[in-house]
C-alpha cells in the first residue's frame, strides 16, 4: 500500500529535488533518495547517512519552524543537492484528563523517583540506537485492526489539574488483549514488561534512528535485540502505568525529534 496523502487544504510546497516524499508538516516526514552512503544535513547539522540503496529520512518535529533545509554530501561521488522543505503548521488542542495515580503525574517518592531516572536511562540508551537499514522506505501499517482514536499526537495537557508536556503519542482505545502487530519490519531495542509511566513498553528501530513505541501493553511477545517482520505480533493493548483505561499509545521519533506515527501510516 501507498504512504497515506495529504488533504488538499494541507499541502505545502513539496521540493522537487532529492525525489523527497512524505508528510510536509509539523510531526511528519519527508523519504528521500539519494547516491548510496551520502550524507544528510538538516538544518545545518549532520543527522544520518543515506542507506545501501540511497534511501534516507528526516523528521519534521512537533514544534518544527516552517522551513527546513535538506543538503545531501556524498562522500565519495561528491553529490552535493539541497533544498528548502515548507513545512505546514498543525493545530494542538488542549486535552484535560483526570484520575489518574497522582503518583504518575507527580512523583514525590525518593524510592519511586530512583526508579524513574533509571528507566530514562534505560530508554535514552534504546533511542540512541541506529540500525542500518531502511525499512521506514514503505511507511507503516497500523498496529490494530479495530480501534477508537482516543487521543491526538501533539495536544497539551493537563493532567489532574496540572499542566504538563504535550502529548507525543496517538492514542488507540481497544480493550485489554486487542493484539498490537509491528507496523513495519525493525529491530526491537527496548522491551520492558512494567515501566512507571508506560507499563509494557516496547521500542522499535526501523532504521536510521526511526523509532516506533508501543506503550501501556499488558503481555509483550518479543525481546530486544530481536529482528521482526511486518504484521508480526508484538504485545497486546493494556492500561499499564499512566493510564485511566486500555489503549495503546502510539509514538515515533527520529532521532531527537517527536513525529506523529499515524502520518506514517498507510491510507
Known amino acids: 500500500m501507498g504512504l497515506a496523502a495529504m488533504p488538499a487544504y494541507a499541502v505545502p510546497l513539496i521540493p522537487r529535488t532529492l525525489n523527497l516524499r512524505g508528510r510536509f508538516k509539523q510531526g511528519g516526514y519527508a523519504i528521500g533518495q539519494a547516491d548510496p552512503h551520502t550524507d544528510v544535513w538538516v538544518d545545518g547539522e549532520w543527522r544520518t547517512k543515506a542507506s545501501d540503496i540511497g534511501s534516507f529520512f528526516v523528521g ?44 504518575t503525574v507527580t512523583p514525590s517518592d525518593p524510592a519511586l523517583l530512583e526508579r524513574i ?30 480501534y477508537r482514536v482516543s487521543g491526538t499526537f501533539g495536544n497539551q ?72 517482520p511486518k504484521g508480526q505480533l508484538i504485545g497486546y493493548v493494556g492500561a499499564k502505568g499512566r493510564a485511566t483505561g486500555p489503549h495503546l499509545c502510539w509514538r515515533l521519533k527520529w532521532r531527537d525529534r517527536a513525529l506523529d506515527p499515524s502520518l506514517m501510516a498507510s491510507a
Not at 521506514?136 to 498496529?143: E, M
Not at 513498553?201 to 534512528?209: A, N, P, S, T, V
Open 117 to 146: 531516572a533509571a528507566e530514562v536511562a534505560l530508554k535514552n540508551e534504546a533511542f540512541a540506537h541506529r540500525e542500518d537499514a531502511d525499512w521506514f522506505r514503505d511507511g507503516f501499517s497500523w498496529p490494530l485492526d479495530i
Open 60 to 103: 519534521f518535529d512537533r514544534d518544527s519552524p516552517p522551513q527546513c533545509l535538506i543538503e545531501l554530501k556524498g562522500p565519495v561521488s561528491g553529490q552535493y543537492q539541497k533544498t528548502i522543505c515548507e513545512i505546514y503548521p498543525t493545530s494542538y488542542d488542549v486535552q484535560r484528563i483526570d484520575g489518574l495515580p497522582q503518583n
Open 157 to 228: 495537557r493537563i493532567l489532574n489539574g496540572v499542566p504538563s508536556r504535550p502529548h507525543y503519542g496517538y492514542d488507540m482505545a481497544a480493550p485489554v488483549g486487542t493484539p498490537v502487530h509491528a507496523p513495519q519490519t525493525g529491530r526491537v531495542v527496548l522491551a520492558e514488561p512494567d515501566l512507571h509511566f508506560e507499563g509494557g513498553l516496547i521500542l522499535i528501530d526501523h532504521g536510521q534512528g526511526v523509532i516506533s513505541m508501543y506503550l501501556h501493553l499488558s503481555q509483550l511477545f518479543v525481546t530486544k535485540g530481536q529482528l521482526i
